[in-house]
């Protein structure tokens, strides 16, 4: 999702170009943002979507892995 604001311009980047510059994508984020917290944390959309929250271990080997040089 954060990668949608280096779109915002074909020439500029996010660092040069400012966000609130299209309020529709910031808006759209946060309703991403906030489906993906209600799936995440009502317990009968976890429980329909199959999701699972992870655990400390968890989230260490997924930084580990996603941190990797190869």
Same mark, same amino acid.
């Given at each position: 999702? /954060?990668?949608?604001?280096?779109?915002?311009? @074909?020439? !500029?980047?996010?660092?040069?170009?400012?966000?609130?510059?299209?309020?529709?994508?910031?808006?759209?984020?946060?309703?991403? /943002? !906030?489906?993906? /917290? #209600? %799936?995440?944390? #009502?317990?009968?959309?976890?429980? #329909?979507?199959? %999701?699972?929250?992870?655990?400390?271990? @968890?989230?260490?080997?997924?930084?580990?892995? !996603?941190?990797?040089?190869?």
């Amino acid at each position: 999702m /954060f990668n949608s604001l280096n779109a915002l311009s @074909e020439d !500029g980047s996010f660092v040069t170009m400012p966000p609130w510059v299209n309020p529709w994508l910031l808006l759209a984020m946060a309703v991403s /943002f !906030g489906l993906h /917290f #209600v %799936i995440l944390y #009502v317990p009968f959309l976890a429980q #329909v979507f199959r %999701i699972v929250l992870l655990s400390l271990n @968890e989230w260490v080997l997924v930084l580990a892995v !996603g941190d990797s040089d190869r």
